[in-house]
């Protein structure tokens, strides 16, 4: 049995990323998919330390909030930079991640058909600083922060993905994202996740 466990609903949503990262990091895991009756009808919810989806399971070990439980993998794979100057800005970009994550949730979830076209709008405002943060790390030819990988990397990735499903074309003004993107997709075990009919079939948003 693989010792990982992933206890959410049939999307992408929140747990995309980690996903990426156990594909890319060479690890299997087990999905437990939660349908929207299943949810409602409300044992499951209840028992969950905060209410809500995902819960991750790590052998003895389960955890609830997304971003937590990429920290924990990042630590697990030695992805959270070299040094805890490297680790606080991991922890910073990722953070950047979690406020754009939830504006674009706030649109998908509560006011999409009005809000579409101003969230677009002001969208290249919300990309600048990843385009920036490449910028001052090697000139943009490397990962967000370093020279190798971390759990903000996928989180990004993840987040940029679902950016040119809901707005194609919306990095095209950012030439480092979207070459940083295209050079993520393309890590062997990485383009494989995302080619499977798992990642391809998968809802990106869904109404839970």
């Avoid at 466990?5 to 990262?21: H, K, N, S």
């Avoid at 504006?103 to 809000?115: K, R």
């Avoid at 405002?125 to 967000?144: C, S, V, Y």
Wanted: glycine share 8%; charged share 20%; proline share 6%.
């Amino acid at each position: 049995m693989p010792p990982y466990t992933i206890v959410y609903f049939p999307v992408r949503g929140r747990c995309e990323a980690m996903r990426m990262l156990l594909a890319d990091q060479g690890q299997s895991w087990k999905e437990e998919v939660v349908t929207k009756d299943a949810w409602l009808q409300g044992p499951l919810k209840a028992s969950c330390l905060y209410g809500q989806l995902p819960k991750f399971q790590d052998g003895d070990l389960t955890l609830y909030q997304s971003n937590a439980i990429l920290r924990h993998l990042g630590r697990t794979f030695g992805l959270y930079g070299k040094d805890p100057r490297e680790a606080a800005l991991v922890d910073m970009v990722n953070d950047g991640v979690e406020d754009l994550h939830r504006l674009c949730s706030h649109l998908i979830h509560h006011n999409y058909e009005e809000g579409k076209a101003q969230y677009i709008q002001g969208l290249a405002g919300h990309l600048k600083p990843f385009e920036t943060l490449l910028i001052q790390n090697q000139g943009g030819q490397a990962f967000i922060v370093g020279d190798q990988i971390s759990f903000a990397d996928y989180n990004l990735l993840d987040l940029l993905l679902n950016h040119q499903v809901l707005a194609p074309g919306c990095l095209d003004s950012f030439p480092l994202l979207s070459a940083y993107v295209a050079r993520l997709s393309a890590r062997p075990k990485l383009k494989a996740f995302l080619a499977s009919p798992e990642h391809v079939n998968r809802p990106v948003f869904g109404a839970q």
